[in-house]
């Protein structure tokens, strides 16, 4: 598992290519963004540090978030976290925690991808579709600078290694059944 | 809803949904008559031209892509081929083949996006394809399908869907084995039963009486439906090589778009696309694409922009049966490129983009470093033909209640699939009664 997450990685826009087995046990977690848009890399970011993590209980797969590109990027995967940048009018670099298995995300916070079909569209279609995850959690990270090639605004920098911390501890919790995940939204300390 | 009693109305869409990009719409209405039509497009402009100078020509398709995610092959293949064209590199036989097979590819993805997930809530009066889902699973399930279809072509042969990796000057990084590539012919099979019943189902959503007298303009080529490869053509007698295209076509900045507005010489709006295609090369469509368009009651010229829908699903039963006959043809050739000699030169191109002809000009020194580019993406050219559709849209359904009014404009410009992120350069409706 951790080879072909490897493989996913190397600056991919998708999935690691190989066929898929018909379900994961391992946490699937997506990166989204354009990686030349400024904060909206951040997702990517979370995703790659993660991947160097290297833990066999984690895929890792970045997407531009593309809707049908991610409905099949979880398809056969019944734990999910998606990293991606929010536009929330929050403070920048606040980081927001959603449990999108249970409710949808709020109209808002897809409004910084371009996409005619993005994250929060993709969320509704597979629950529509009875195709959602059976746990997934979307980590939003408030930023502020979206425009083409600028960089990652500092307050977004600093909030890296706090995301990727949260990203590994919500995958520890989501692959241990007994100690149920916290149902909700929250915007304080990954909600964890 | 507001009552005539103003003399004025004003439509406005800050930000269209269901289009890629961001962008708006504004409509003035007086006395009942339109008298101003905006598409505005505020997404920021983005420099790619500017962006290309002084880099390689050969690494120019690794940044053309960038410029849309939905039809990055369009961007390689526009670029490859015009550097092509400078270099007098002739790109033939099966890895011509497979540059027409990648191509298929993306007009499967990117139509069946638009038909399923953008375009039909629009005929069937849901707020959005979610909406759709829900009550209609079944083609939602066989849209999205239908879509990775066309992705697994790219993936296999790009080397990833999206920005893929092995379109290179000459031909390929890597050429498949013909046993790899007989690999995708079970899915198109089925793509291609799936783009039958795609066109049958839209041939029965319901299409207001809209016949327009376009101007429509594409790619014809002696035997083949266009990908790579043609003349430009018009239904009113234009006939030229690509390398003419600056001398008649032109681009002009208005205040209202970060996207140029692109004209025809002695006309003012041109339209470009599935409907413009299909219009000017029916007889080169395979024969199981061009009966199925009869069946629908579609006949070989069709002028109603609404019917666009049904137009891009037959050009998905096109790019399926056109992708299952390269593979059987298919025999790995001996080399993955053709070799060339780096040179001075200018070389133009002009591909047909899922949403219509893309033109591109590269002028570069001896060692490849690129001096100067022009891109024209098909939806800047089609700004022009947008704002015309509605102006004659809007007057015949003015009594329409407003917010009726306001998702017929919205479908109207979606009749275009317009790639706003492509031509910026995004959309947002504003319908204003003065």
């Known amino acids: ?192 | 809803m507001k009552k005539k009693s103003a003399k004025t109305r004003t439509i406005r869409v800050d930000a269209l949904t269901r289009v890629e990009g961001e962008g708006g719409l504004h409509v003035k209405i007086r006395d009942g008559k339109v008298i101003d039509v905006k598409l505005k497009i505020f997404e920021p402009p983005r420099f790619f031209e500017a962006l290309l100078r002084g880099r390689n020509c050969e690494e120019a398709a690794g940044i053309t892509s960038r410029i849309c995610g939905i039809c990055p092959i369009a961007y390689q293949m526009s670029t490859v081929h015009a550097v092509e064209d400078a270099l007098g590199v002739r790109v033939d036989g099966q890895l011509r083949a497979l540059r027409r097979l990648i191509y298929c590819g993306e007009w499967i993805e990117s139509h069946a996006l638009h038909v399923y997930l953008l375009h039909a809530p629009d005929f069937l009066d849901y707020d959005d394809a979610i909406q759709m889902a829900q009550e209609h699973p079944e083609l939602l399930q066989r849209g999205l399908k239908l879509k990775k279809a066309g992705n697994e072509i790219i993936r296999f042969l790009g080397g990833r869907e999206i920005h893929p990796i092995n379109i290179r000057v000459g031909g390929f990084y890597k050429a498949p084995s013909r046993k790899s590539l007989l690999a995708l012919e079970e899915q198109l099979k089925w793509a291609r039963e799936a783009a039958l019943e795609t066109v049958r189902w839209t041939a029965g959503l319901p299409f207001p009486e809209f016949e327009q007298d376009f101007l429509f303009v594409a790619l014809r080529h002696e035997t083949e439906y266009p990908f790579n490869e043609g003349r430009i053509v018009s239904n009113r007698g234009l006939d030229i090589p690509v390398r003419d295209y600056e001398q008649l076509f032109s681009e002009e900045h208005v205040e209202h778009s970060t996207a140029l507005h692109s004209s025809l010489k002695d006309h003012d709006s041109y339209f470009v696309g599935p409907l413009a295609r299909y219009n000017l090369n029916f007889d080169r469509l395979s024969p199981m694409a061009r009966e199925a368009a009869l069946a629908a009651g579609l006949r070989a010229v069709c002028r109603n922009p609404f019917q666009s829908i049904v137009v891009r699903s037959v050009e998905i039963l096109y790019a399926c049966d056109e992708a299952l006959r390269i593979i059987e043809e298919y025999e790995m050739p001996e080399k993955p490129a053709v070799d060339f000699v780096m040179k001075a030169g200018t070389g133009t191109s002009c591909t047909e983009a899922p949403r219509g002809i893309l033109y591109h000009r590269f002028r570069f020194d001896d060692h490849g470093a690129i001096l100067d580019a022009k891109i024209v993406p098909p939806t800047s050219q089609n700004q022009k033909a947008i704002e015309s559709d509605l102006l004659q849209f809007v007057p015949r359904n003015i009594s329409l209640p407003e917010e009726e009014l306001r998702r017929r404009c919205e479908q109207v410009v979606r009749n275009y699939d317009p790639c706003i992120s492509c031509s910026t350069h995004f959309l947002k409706l504003h319908v204003e009664h003065v």
Do not use: Y
């Not at chain 1, 980590?139 to 979206?146: A, H, L, N, S």
């Open chain 1, 1 to 192: 598992m951790p080879k072909n997450s490897a493989r996913a990685g190397k600056g991919t826009q998708s999935s690691d290519g190989s066929p898929k087995p018909a379900a994961h046990s391992a946490v699937l977690v997506i990166g989204l963004g354009n990686p030349f848009r400024g904060d909206d890399s951040v997702g990517r970011i979370v995703a790659a540090r993660v991947r160097r993590r290297n833990r066999p209980h984690l895929r890792v797969a970045e997407s531009s978030g593309e809707g049908a590109d991610l409905l099949e990027l979880w398809a056969d995967s019944g734990a999910v976290i998606v990293v991606d940048a929010v536009e929330s009018g929050g403070k920048t670099g606040m980081v927001h925690r959603f449990e999108a298995s249970q409710r949808a995300l709020p109209v808002r916070f897809s409004n910084s991808s371009t996409h005619a079909f993005g994250l929060g569209e993709a969320v509704e279609m597979a629950r529509a579709l009875n195709q959602l995850p059976q746990r997934l959690i979307v980590f939003g990270i408030e930023g502020r600078r979206f425009d083409v090639g600028s960089k990652l605004s500092a307050e977004v920098k600093k909030a890296v290694p706090h995301v990727v911390e949260c990203v590994v501890e919500e995958a520890r919790r989501l692959l241990a059944p007994q100690v149920p995940g916290s149902p909700g939204s929250s915007t304080s300390a990954c909600g964890a």
